[in-house]
């Protein structure tokens, strides 16, 4: 497949965390041969809509772009997305800032007999970004439907993470502050683990089990109630550790990351395997160069801003920077 040029608009806009659009254009090229633009941060544009497999777990939404304009010219590009999901009369929902502008949106689409049902829909028709969204290939339907809590991390990003973190066959994940285990349960889903999700919160503990049951993963993912420092977990047992960590906004504080950092970062050195790898995202950035420039078994590789809900945070791929010493 030829690239699309640079100016022609893209029909299929697929969204992503900003920071994460050049992984995705890279799979869809690399492992499917799909041309994109990037359109906007956090937007890829295709020309088609891609298949469910060829999507990937960093897109987190597949729409149509349309004219907000009118509702009689965007018919066309409804019928395209019911098409799209395999459906002649989807419910939707419609989305705009303007009531009146939504009201006459949706009595034009409610005259073709779809239904409208805001809770329940199959298409959701966005005039304020001139989109209609896809339901079945939103993430939560194609990778994971998932309990959630305030700090849990939008599993797109723990997608991201995990692409940055290299997993190969076999290797043990941990995440040590794991929450309701995102990171671990994306990894079981798209790899099959094995991985151990930490945390020391008990809702959080309790509310990983039960997303860990309810997806059939019990085989694929073990969750601890601990502490991300004393981990109960042997030397050199870990290859790969990616964790959202405590910002220290909803979670903790800036002044509580300045012990809790050093302590996490000592515990994964002792249980990182010799050749293991950490991909650490937190926007506690400051106080993170500081604990690894002083944990002097571990040194930063590689680091990549992602933008998301309002936080800027980066992702830091730690590694050991020398061999350890054997005990
Ligand atoms: C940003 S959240 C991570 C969310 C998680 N990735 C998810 O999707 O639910 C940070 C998590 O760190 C946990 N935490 C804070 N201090 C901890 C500690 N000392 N040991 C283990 N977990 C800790 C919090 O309970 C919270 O769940």
Known sequence: MTAAPETAPSAVLLGCPD???????????????????????????????????????????????????????????????????????????????????RSRWIDAIGARGWPNLPADWQLNVDLDTGRVDLGPLHWSRRVARLERLPATTPGPVAAGLLRLAKLRPGDL??????????????????????????????????????????????????????????????????DRVVSDLPFGKRIGSNELNRTLYPAILRDLERVLTADGRCVLLTDDKRVFADAVARARGLKVVGERVIRYNGVTPTAYVVVRSRRRKRR
């Open 173 to 238: 994940l941990l995440d040590p502050c794991g929450g309701v285990g995102t990171v671990a349960i994306v990894d079981a889903v798209q790899r099959g683990g094995p991985a151990i999700s930490a945390d020391s919160d008990a809702e959080s503990v309790a509310t990983a089990r039960r997303n860990v049951a309810a997806l059939g993963l019990d085989d694929a993912v073990e969750v601890l109630e601990a502490d991300a420092a004393h981990l109960p977990l042997d030397d050199d047992c870990v």
């Open 19 to 101: 920071g994460l659009d050049d992984l995705v254009r890279g799979d869809l090229r690399e492992r499917h041969g799909i041309a994109s633009e990037r359109v906007a941060p956090g937007v890829v544009g295709v020309d088609a809509v891609p298949a469910a497999e060829a999507l990937g777990p960093m897109v987190e939404r597949v729409g149509l772009a349309l004219d907000p304009s009118d509702p009689q010219r965007a018919l066309p590009v409804l019928d395209a997305a019911a098409a799209a999901i395999g459906m002649t009369q989807p419910a939707f929902r419609v989305q705009s800032a303007d009531p009146d502008t």
